[in-house]
């Protein structure tokens, strides 16, 4: 394997959409996931993408987004093929690392309840899952 991580940008839109599909990850492409709404968050100092690239091939993503308070990965997914390797540890570090040099001090992820190989993935990267919290969330429309 021929492995590099590097920042994506909208022009890499296409393959973020298949990595999600492949990976199994629900999407909004008429919502948050746009092409005209992910390239503006592209463009924030604040958001990274990173893929993981097997030669050309795009094999895995993330997102790192700080708010100003926390630092969040989100999107994390692996090709089904390189699954089982580390690949998403160390993703999930190279979005540390960016929140980290913009001042982040705590990092979250949310994950659903029953996303078992997710769970055990963000627990072997140090994470604690606090049970006692849900999450509330207020929506324009279902499409977003
Ligand atoms: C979750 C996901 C990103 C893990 O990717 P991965 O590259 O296979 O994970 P890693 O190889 O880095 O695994 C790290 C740890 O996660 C845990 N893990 C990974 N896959 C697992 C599985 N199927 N069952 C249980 N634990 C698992 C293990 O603790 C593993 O460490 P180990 O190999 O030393 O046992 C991948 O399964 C995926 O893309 N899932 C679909 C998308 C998704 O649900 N993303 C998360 C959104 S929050």
Excluded: Q
Excluded at 54 to 83: F, Q
Excluded at 104 to 133: Q, W
Aim: hydrophobic fraction near 40%.
């Amino acid at each position: 394997m021929d492995k590099h991580i590097r920042r994506l940008t909208i022009a890499d839109y296409d393959h973020i959409l298949k990595v999600w599909s492949d990976a199994g990850l629900p999407f909004k492409p008429k919502g948050r996931d746009s092409r005209a709404r992910m390239a503006v968050e592209m463009a924030a100092p604040h958001c990274a993408f990173f893929g993981l690239f097997d030669k050309d091939i795009m094999i895995g993503m993330a997102i790192a987004n700080w708010d100003g308070r926390r630092g969040w990965v989100n999107r994390v997914a692996i090709d089904p093929e390189y699954r089982g390797r580390g690949l998403a540890g160390e993703l999930i570090r190279e979005c540390e690392k960016f929140l980290e040099s913009l001042g982040a001090l705590i990092i979250c992820a949310l994950i659903e309840d029953m996303n078992f190989p997710s769970m055990d993935c963000f627990e072997k990267e140090g994470y604690v899952c606090m049970k006692e919290i849900l999450y509330f969330s207020k929506r324009r429309s279902p499409e977003v």
